[in-house]
């Protein structure tokens, strides 16, 4: 195995930003009540704290709720126009904007992704401001004119709340930013809960917010773990949703938590998608797409293809093309311009990856590359790792392990290979490659996955994101993003003299 491993260089200056964070809540910056904070060490440089977050209470959080709230209730932010209202989503972009090298560089050092991919998402992350900025202006509802000749029908598109949201460590800002500039531009007052391993940079973006003028209450963020932080914003009875993204495990108790207040839930959880590669694709780009999904941000990514399903009679040739890219990946210092994949978020991770390979090897899989931790001073970091002789009973291809792992199936097929892309309880992703469009587009149709590509693996502002099945509920982004965070009123206009009743 020729990974290459570049060593860290801890006389970076990069690496002397260790930052103390505070809280956004009602307008101020403020500590945890109790003064206890969470430590945040480098996954690339054990020993080294990269960052400090408040550790907040129930109680803390509650007060942003209650912010929140009153920010709803009494605030000008529902009642503004929505024209007033992009103009502060437009403020938030350009300030992403401004502050993308820092933002980045925050990320990078958090969660050990390579800080070229994390300058990217920073650009997402603006473009996808700006991107609901403009459509806020034409939100709009319905009319009914048939209903009678002495009736009129309206139906008015309203704000449903206070939003509590939950996000995880592997993309914090891109999935605050896939939730909150829909959510306020339909209205709503938001209380952000990041992830405890990476909220820097969501602690930041509450502070460009308030700088961008946005009222006070209107965002605000707390850090802190997911008991009690996060479980309040689902539980407590002034929330009116709470749109969590995150593992099925929790998702599940999001849900029972959220039942007894019936607030509305929204959930994109995790994945195990499925890549079917026919014989006819452009193998070339297709290897280079597939070892980039599952092999960047060391696989921890909800939509990583981490089921290769290729057709048989070029199985071969292209799990050869798979097995030279993984071999070429420079693994190593996120920092380092050359890298490709960097460090793992924390040794928990990294063993359940560990604890997955070995299961795999156990049941009979074959590992064609990689299966090995890379020992460096305690950094995180695993080999990008590729099993073939699996049977679809394994855990390697039943499970997200959200690693840099790929399991690969064959198949003959177009009905075969459609059925083995659905053998999952998952349902959030899906590639189809192939050059026969029609082809392409009939596997495609066959395979139940919110959020599919033909030929490639892009996403866009424009277009709905979310799961099927049991990786989870509710869309995001594109114009229905909105109605995520939307009530519909409807109201019955009665224009005929009305007859007494006895
Ligand atoms: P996680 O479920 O462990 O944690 C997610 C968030 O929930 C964190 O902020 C955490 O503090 C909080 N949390 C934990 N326990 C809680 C509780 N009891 N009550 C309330 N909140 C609680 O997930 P993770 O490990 O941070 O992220 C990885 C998972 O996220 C993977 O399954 C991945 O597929 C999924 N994910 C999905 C998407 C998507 O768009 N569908 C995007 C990114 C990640």
């Not at 969470?38 to 209470?57: M, Q």
């Not at 704000?159 to 829909?182: C, D, F, H, K, Q």
């Not at 009116?240 to 959930?267: H, Y």
Request: charged share 20%.
């Amino acid at each position: 195995m020729t990974v290459q491993f570049i060593e860290p260089d801890r006389a970076d200056p990069r690496l002397a930003i260790e930052r103390r964070y505070t809280m956004l809540v009602g307008g101020r910056s403020v500590a945890a009540a109790s003064g206890r904070t969470i430590r945040r060490e480098s996954p690339v440089h054990p020993g080294l704290v990269v960052g400090e977050f408040p550790d907040a209470s129930a109680e803390d959080v509650e007060r942003a709720i209650l912010a929140a709230r009153r920010a709803f209730d009494e605030g000008p932010w529902p009642r503004l126009s929505g024209k007033e209202r992009a103009a502060y989503l437009y403020k938030i972009s350009q300030a992403i904007r401004d502050h993308a090298e820092e933002l980045a560089l925050i990320e990078s050092l958090e969660v050990g992704k390579t800080l070229a991919g994390a300058r990217s998402e920073m650009n997402n992350c603006a473009d996808l401001w700006q991107f609901a900025a403009g459509l806020v202006r034409g939100l709009e509802g319905s009319t009914h004119n048939a209903l009678s000749e002495h009736a009129l029908g309206l139906v008015l598109r309203e704000p449903i709340g206070v939003v509590g949201v939950v996000t995880p460590w592997n993309y914090p800002l891109v999935i605050a930013s896939e939730r909150l500039p829909w959510a306020l531009g339909a209205g709503c007052t938001i209380v952000l809960k990041p992830s405890e391993f990476t909220s820097g940079s969501s602690l930041r973006l509450g502070e460009l917010a308030r700088d961008a003028g946005l009222p006070d209450g209107v965002v605000n963020v707390v850090s802190g773990y997911g008991n009690p932080a996060g479980q309040i914003l689902a539980e407590h009875p002034a929330t009116d949703m709470v749109a969590f993204t995150g593992s099925q495990r929790v998702g599940r108790q999001i849900g029972a938590f959220a039942a007894p207040t019936i607030k509305r839930v929204g959930l994109e959880l995790g994945g195990k998608g499925p890549v079917v590669v026919f014989a006819d694709a452009d193998l070339e780009a297709a290897a280079n797409q597939v070892s980039r999904s599952i092999f960047s941000n060391q696989g921890q990514t909800c939509i990583a293809g981490s089921r290769l399903i290729v057709e048989r009679r070029v199985a071969h040739e292209f799990v050869q093309r798979l097995e030279g890219l993984a071999n070429r990946v420079t693994v190593g210092d996120p920092l380092n311009p050359d890298t490709k994949v960097g460090a793992f978020i924390n040794p928990v991770q990294l063993g359940k990856v560990e604890s997955y390979v070995k299961a795999g090897r156990e049941a009979g899989a074959r590992i064609v590359v990689g299966g090995e931790r890379i020992g460096t001073n305690g950094g995180l970091f695993y080999q990008p790792t590729i099993f073939t002789d699996v049977r679809p009973d394994m855990s390697i291809v039943r499970d997200e392990i959200f690693g840099p792992v790929l399991a690969v199936q064959q198949f003959d097929t177009r009905e075969e290979a459609i059925g083995i892309a659905n053998d999952t309880i998952y349902g959030l992703s899906a590639v189809v490659w192939s050059l026969n469009i029609d082809n392409a587009l009939q596997t495609i149709r066959g395979i139940r996955a919110g959020r599919c590509g033909i030929n490639g693996q892009e996403g866009a502002a424009e277009m709905p994101i979310g799961g099927y099945k049991q990786s989870g509920q509710g869309r995001e982004l594109g114009h229905r993003g909105f109605d995520e965070y939307s009530e519909f009123k409807s109201i019955h206009i009665n224009m005929a003299p009305s007859r007494a009743w006895l």
